[in-house]
C-alpha cells in the first residue's frame, strides 16, 4: 500500500470516502494505528496536555514536536504524517516560521505541517507553501488561542463568528492548504464549509458533515481523564485493564511469583559452584 498524500486526501473527498485521522505521538503506537489503516497521524501539540501534563498546548517548543514527530515517522509506513506547528514557532516572522515548517520534514520525516489560524495566517501559509511543504489549517477552536478565547468553547455560535469561519476557509483554500480542520463548531456551519470548499475538511467536535474526522487517541482509548469534552468517544476503556494489569504485577513482584522459569535464565552448575 502506498503512502496517503494530499493528492489521495483530495480523491477521497472528491469519491465521497470518509478520512479517519489520529493523533500519534510515539513509535510504538504510531505502528499499532499505522497498521489498522488509519489514514493520517497528526502530531499534535495536544500532546503537551496527554503526554506531558501540562493544562494547555501553550508551553509545547519546537524540540518538543521535532521529539515526537521523529519517534512516529519512525513507526508509519502508509499514513501521512502531520506535525502541529506549537505555539510561537510561526508568529514571530515569516522567515523564522518557514525555517519550522522546513524541520519538521527535513529533521523529523513529517510530510505536512498543520498551523492555527485564519487570515493572519494567510501570508506566513503562503511563504511555507512556496518552499514546497502542503499546510493543513485549523479553524474554529484553535487551542493555542485559548486565553484570547476565553477556554476551550464552541465556536462560531454567533452570525459574525460563523460568517469569519466560513470567509476564513474560503480564504485558506484560496491560499493553498491542502485540508483543514474544524474544531468545535456547530455541525451544521461545519457542513457548509465542507460543502463550501474543495479541499477535505477533518472535524473534531464538528458533526459528521465534515470530510474526515479527527480524535486525541488516548481520548480514543480512554487514556486521559483530565478533560472530557461532549464530542469525545472512548472506543476503548484501557485504563481498566492497564490498572488491573499493573496491580497484578504488584502483587506478583510482592508474592515473588513474578519471574517465573520461563523468565529466568539459568547457569551450568559447576561454573556456578566456583563462584562460591
Ligand atoms: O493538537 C491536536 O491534537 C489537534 C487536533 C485535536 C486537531 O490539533
Same mark, same amino acid.
Given at each position: ?69 521523529? @519517534? =512516529? ?6 499514513? #501521512?504524517?502531520? !506535525? ?7 508568529? *514571530?516572522? %515569516? ?16 510530510? @505536512? =505541517? ?6 493572519? #495566517?494567510?501570508? !506566513? ?7 514546497? *511543504?502542503? %499546510? ?17 468553547? =464552541? ?122
Amino acid at each position: 500500500m502506498a503512502r496517503v498524500t494530499t493528492t489521495s486526501l483530495r480523491r477521497m473527498k472528491e469519491e465521497g470516502r470518509k478520512i479517519s485521522v489520529l493523533t500519534a505521538y510515539d513509535y510504538s503506537t504510531a505502528k499499532i494505528l499505522d497498521a489498522a489503516g488509519v489514514d493520517v497521524l497528526l502530531v499534535g501539540d495536544s500532546l503537551g496536555m496527554v503526554m506531558l501534563g501540562y493544562d494547555s498546548t501553550l508551553p509545547v517548543t519546537m524540540a518538543d514536536m521535532l521529539h515526537h514527530t521523529k @519517534a =512516529v515517522a519512525r513507526g508509519t509506513r502508509n499514513a #501521512m504524517v502531520i !506535525t502541529d506547528m506549537p505555539f510561537m514557532s510561526y508568529h *514571530i516572522s %515569516v522567515e523564522e516560521s518557514v525555517r519550522n515548517a522546513g524541520r519538521c520534514l527535513q529533521e523529523a520525516g513529517a510530510q @505536512a =505541517v498543520k498551523l492555527e489560524g485564519g487570515r493572519e #495566517m494567510a501570508d !506566513t501559509i503562503k511563504a511555507i507553501i512556496r518552499t514546497g *511543504i502542503p %499546510v493543513m489549517g485549523h479553524l474554529g477552536l484553535t487551542p493555542q488561542q485559548v486565553h484570547q478565547l476565553g477556554g476551550f468553547s =464552541v465556536q462560531g455560535r454567533d452570525e459574525a463568528q460563523a460568517r469569519k469561519i466560513l470567509e476564513d476557509a474560503q480564504l485558506l483554500e484560496e491560499v493553498g492548504v491542502f485540508s483543514l480542520v474544524l474544531e468545535c463548531v456547530p455541525a451544521p456551519l461545519a457542513k457548509l464549509v465542507s460543502e463550501t470548499v474543495k479541499i477535505p475538511t477533518i472535524g473534531i467536535g464538528a458533526g459528521a458533515g465534515c470530510d474526515g474526522q479527527v480524535l486525541v487517541i488516548q481520548d480514543l482509548l480512554g487514556l486521559y481523564s483530565d478533560l472530557t469534552p461532549k464530542f469525545v468517544k472512548q472506543f476503548a476503556k484501557l485504563n481498566e485493564p492497564m490498572t488491573a494489569a499493573v496491580k497484578q504485577y504488584i502483587k506478583e513482584v510482592q508474592e515473588g511469583v513474578f519471574p517465573g522459569p520461563e523468565h529466568t535464565f539459568g547457569m551450568e552448575e559447576s561454573l556456578l559452584k566456583k563462584l562460591y
